[in-house]
């Protein structure tokens, strides 16, 4: 065991150094379980139904705008086993199981992102930490509690205590330290490849995405991009249950409509909710990390999102060796707006972990079995494969 954290290379977590935290109790609170480069965050027994969404104030911590009727409309406990419908367009705020007790001397950075199976849905989190004026961002010397603001935006969701929404990515030192340069991301092996599996070069000190609207076969379509139904009210969409039972997935042609392929160019209507592919395909050694963002927040009247992070190893060991597409979230706004095929939709920054991953033969089994590497243009896992 590393005898001091500060001990740790500068880059991102690995799960052996995140368990190391956990262990040290910088993390605490936890179920000693990570992930890759990243560690799940779980909600508590209590939860806030909120008049609008509001991120906490440096300095200060976040029980001042839970106790403050401004901003909250009530305040309950969860029952052992019960569970909550969070309505769409409704903002909650969740205290979280984990909290932090980060010595400003380690160093320690971080990033929060929505789980990419939540991020399908059109569920929008952000973390909150005490003394923190930022969504999404752990400074050093953050100590104390970790909250969860969650806004279903188009179908209604159960959650219950412990449901896991958001995950943590670490950093030892500055992020900027560990991002890759252009002149060493070209010096790797390839790690994004376009289409023809021809390496993909960096220019800047990150890379673009584009948008893929070539056709893929979803049942029995030919189909480029998912949206979802807004034709009716759907049934809430169960966060709680085991996603291993095949029985429990939902059909997803009641909560989504295929779109199929007339040319290279899609119309996003205002208030809908897309799911779309990158042109371009990740296989990610263990030692490199990847964290996407959108061109901006708005491209023209809608918003891009990619929920998750991407983490080492992604894409590496499908078993067709061509490497795995990213998945977009998309949203339009106001008026309707077309995207183009080849469009820049994302970038990219690349950062060295602070070790190398170690990956099991149990863990590359997992990621065929579970996780999203074999994915083409694919919704939530939450959803059955089309008939």
């Known amino acids: 065991m590393v005898d001091s954290i500060s001990e740790i290379r500068p880059g991102v977590l690995s799960r052996e150094q995140i368990l190391l935290l956990m262990n040290e109790n910088i993390i605490q609170n936890t179920t000693?379980?990570?992930?890759?480069?990243s560690f799940d965050l779980r909600i508590g027994n209590k939860y806030h139904v909120m008049k609008g969404g509001i991120k906490g104030e440096k300095n200060l911590p976040y029980s001042g705008v839970l106790n403050s009727s401004d901003f909250v409309e009530s305040s309950r406990d969860f029952t052992e086993g019960q569970d909550l419908t969070l309505i769409p367009k409704k903002t909650y705020v969740f205290p979280l199981k984990e909290y932090l007790k980060i010595?400003?001397?380690?160093?320690?950075?971080?990033f929060a992102s929505g789980k990419s199976t939540i991020g399908r849905l059109d569920v929008l989190t952000r973390l909150i930490a005490?003394?923190?004026?930022?969504?999404?961002?752990?400074?050093?010397?953050c100590s104390g509690g970790l909250y969860l603001e969650v806004t279903p935006i188009t179908f209604p969701v159960i959650?219950?205590?412990?449901?896991?929404?958001?995950?943590?990515?670490?950093?030892?030192?500055?992020?900027?330290?560990?991002?890759?340069t252009s002149e060493e991301f070209n010096l790797y092996p390839p790690m994004l490849l376009k289409k023809d599996g021809e390496k993909v070069k960096m220019e800047a000190d990150f890379c673009y995405l584009h948008l893929n609207l070539d056709p893929v076969c979803i049942g029995d379509k030919e189909i480029y991009a998912f949206v979802a139904r807004s034709d009716d009210e759907k049934p809430p969409i169960d966060l709680t249950i085991d996603l291993r039972e095949p029985k429990n997935l939902l059909d997803p042609s009641v909560y989504w409509e295929r779109i199929e392929k007339k040319d290279r160019c899609i119309m996003i209507e205002p208030e809908r909710f897309y799911i779309l592919r990158s042109l371009e395909r990740f296989k990610l050694p263990e030692d490199v990390a990847?964290?996407?963002h959108p061109v901006s927040e708005t491209l023209g009247e809608i918003r891009i999102h990619y929920a998750g992070f991407v983490h080492p190893s992604f894409g590496k060991y499908r078993e067709d060796q061509t490497g795995t597409p990213l998945i977009f979230e998309v949203r339009g706004h106001n008026?309707?707006?077309?995207?183009?095929?080849?469009?820049?939709?994302?970038?990219?920054?690349?950062?060295?972990m602070s070790q190398k991953l170690k990956i099991t033969e149990e863990d590359k089994k997992k990621e065929r079995d579970e996780g999203y590497d074999k994915q083409e243009l694919k919704l939530s896992n939450y959803f059955s494969d089309w008939k």
Do not use: C, M, W
């Open 32 to 37: 000693d379980s990570a992930g890759f480069s």
């Open 103 to 110: 010595d400003k001397k380690y160093e320690i950075f971080g």
């Open 130 to 141: 005490d003394g923190s004026g930022t969504y999404d961002e752990i400074q050093p010397s």
């Open 159 to 180: 959650v219950k205590e412990g449901t896991k929404l958001a995950q943590l990515r670490l950093f030892h030192g500055t992020p900027s330290i560990s991002q890759f």
């Open 290 to 292: 990847v964290y996407g």
């Open 335 to 352: 008026v309707n707006t077309f995207l183009r095929h080849g469009e820049a939709v994302a970038k990219l920054n690349f950062y060295k």
